[in-house]
C-alpha cells in the first residue's frame, strides 16, 4: 500500500485531523456560573472597555485562522475550498505540534477578491493571526496588501513569505560551503508566482545579489508586456543586465537555481553551464531536476521540498515559529526585518561542525526550531515598536 492509500485509510478512519478540547471542566453548577453566565459578563466588560484585553481574557491570542480558497491547493491546483480542507487541517496540526500555536481551519467559498477580503477582515476578532494558504497568484498578492491595510493582527500568506524566508536561510548556509560571496551571487528563479516573487523580494532585501525571474515565456525583463503587476514591479529591480531568452540562457553563468515551477524542466546539461551551482528544486511532487542529475552536471548543494531527499527545503520550518512570535508579544503585524531575522537564526541552527554541501538546513521536525525562530521574531516586534507587549506570554 503507498502513501495516498495509506493517508484516505487514515482521513476514513479519524473524520478529521483535529477538534476543539475545554481548557477547563465543567462539573458542577459553579463551574457554570464562572465559564458562562453570570460571571462571564465580566471579561466582557473589560474587553468593550480595553479591546487589547481580548487577546488576554480570551484564547484569541494563541489562535490563528488558516483560511483558502481552495484555489492553489498543493500541487492539484483549483480544486475548490471543500477539497482543500484536508491540507488545512493538517496545516493546523503543524501549528499545534510544533509551536503549541492553536489553529482553526477556514475554507472560503468564493473567487471573489472583494467578498474575500470582506469575509477575512470580518472575521479577524477572533484570531490573533491569519494565515492565508493556497490562494492563486496574482489575486493572493492583492488579498494580503488589503488584508493588512484592513486588520490589527498579523496577515501572512505563507506559500509567499514562508517559503522565501527557508530559501533564505537555506541560501546562506549554500553560500558558506561554496565559498560564494554575499551580494555578488547571480540568481535564477524560475516561477515567477506568489512563490518565485516573495523569494525574489525577500533575497533582494536581504542583497544576496542579481536576480533573474523567469516564467514559461522565458526571462523577465523591464518593457515585457502581460506581467502581473508584481512582476512588472520587480522586473525594474531584478535581472539588471537586461538578459533575454528562456530559462537555459538565464542559467548560464548562474550561481543559484531556484525553481517554483513545474518538474522536469532542468537537465544536467543546464545545470553544467553554471558557475558551480547551487540547486534549489522545489516543484512538487517532482522537482524540476532530481538531485542525481543535478549533481551529475556538476551542482554543488542541491535541495529540494521533499523529505526523501538530503536538503529539504520546507516552509514546515518556518510558518509556527513566525507565528508563534507574534502572538507572543501580540504583535500586530510581520515586518520585512521580521522575516530576515528568522532566516538568518534558522540558519544559525545548522552548527559549524554540521554544515555540509549534504546538510544546510535542520531537518524539518528537529526541536527547536520553532522556538529559534519566535525568539527573534518577538524580539524584532518589540524593537520596532509594533508589539502589544513586552514580555512574551508564550513559553519560549
Not at 50 to 55: A, E, G, H
Not at 217 to 223: A, L, M, N, P, S
Request: hydrophobic share 45%; glycine share 8%.
Amino acid at each position: 500500500m503507498n502513501i495516498n492509500q495509506q493517508s484516505l485509510q487514515l482521513h476514513e478512519k479519524l473524520h478529521g485531523k483535529i477538534e476543539v478540547v475545554s481548557r477547563c471542566a465543567l462539573r458542577s453548577k459553579e463551574d457554570l456560573s464562572l465559564l458562562y453566565t453570570p460571571g462571564v459578563a465580566r471579561p466582557c466588560r473589560e474587553i468593550a472597555e480595553d479591546y487589547d484585553k481580548s487577546f488576554q481574557l480570551t484564547r484569541r491570542g494563541n489562535m490563528v485562522a488558516v483560511i483558502t480558497d481552495g484555489s492553489a491547493v498543493l500541487g492539484l491546483g483549483d480544486i475548490g475550498p471543500a477539497a482543500g480542507m484536508p491540507v488545512m487541517e493538517g496545516k493546523c496540526i503543524l501549528f499545534k505540534e510544533l509551536a503549541d500555536v492553536d489553529a482553526f481551519p477556514i475554507c472560503i467559498d468564493t473567487k471573489d477578491t472583494d467578498k474575500l477580503v470582506e469575509t477575512i477582515a470580518l472575521i479577524s476578532k477572533s484570531f490573533g493571526g491569519i494565515n492565508l494558504e493556497d490562494i492563486a497568484a496574482p489575486r493572493c498578492f492583492e488579498i494580503e496588501r488589503r488584508l493588512k491595510e484592513r486588520c490589527d493582527i498579523p496577515v501572512f500568506h505563507d506559500d509567499q513569505h514562508g517559503t522565501a524566508i527557508v530559501v533564505a536561510a537555506a541560501l546562506l548556509n549554500a553560500i558558506k560551503v561554496t565559498g560564494k560571496k554575499m551580494g555578488t551571487l547571480k540568481i535564477v528563479i524560475n516561477g515567477a508566482g506568489a512563490a518565485g516573487s516573495a523569494i525574489a523580494n525577500l533575497l533582494l532585501g536581504m542583497k544576496f545579489g542579481n536576480v533573474v525571474l523567469c516564467d514559461r515565456q522565458g526571462i523577465i525583463c523591464r518593457g515585457d508586456t502581460n506581467l502581473t503587476p508584481e512582476q512588472e514591479r520587480l522586473s525594474w529591480v531584478t535581472n539588471l543586465d537586461c538578459e533575454k531568452g528562456i530559462l537555459a540562457d538565464a542559467m548560464k553563468g548562474a550561481d543559484v537555481f531556484i525553481g517554483v515551477s513545474r518538474p522536469n524542466l532542468v537537465t544536467a546539461e543546464m545545470v553544467s553551464t553554471m558557475n558551480r551551482g547551487i540547486i534549489f528544486a522545489l516543484a512538487n511532487p517532482e522537482p524540476e531536476i532530481m538531485p542525481d542529475e543535478a549533481l551529475k552536471g556538476g551542482a554543488i548543494v542541491v535541495g529540494t521540498g521533499r523529505s526523501d531527499f538530503q536538503n529539504q527545503i520546507n516552509n514546515v520550518m518556518v510558518f509556527p515559529g513566525i507565528f508563534k512570535g507574534v502572538l507572543s508579544v501580540q504583535a500586530k503585524e510581520i515586518t520585512e526585518s521580521m522575516k530576515q531575522k528568522a532566516a538568518y537564526a534558522l540558519a544559525e541552527l545548522v552548527s559549524e561542525d554540521r554544515l555540509s554541501a549534504e546538510c544546510i538546513l535542520p531537518s524539518a521536525l528537529e526541536p527547536g526550531i520553532a522556538n529559534a525562530v519566535a525568539k527573534v521574531v518577538a524580539e524584532e516586534a518589540i524593537a520596532q515598536g509594533i508589539a502589544r507587549i513586552k514580555q512574551p506570554h508564550i513559553s519560549m
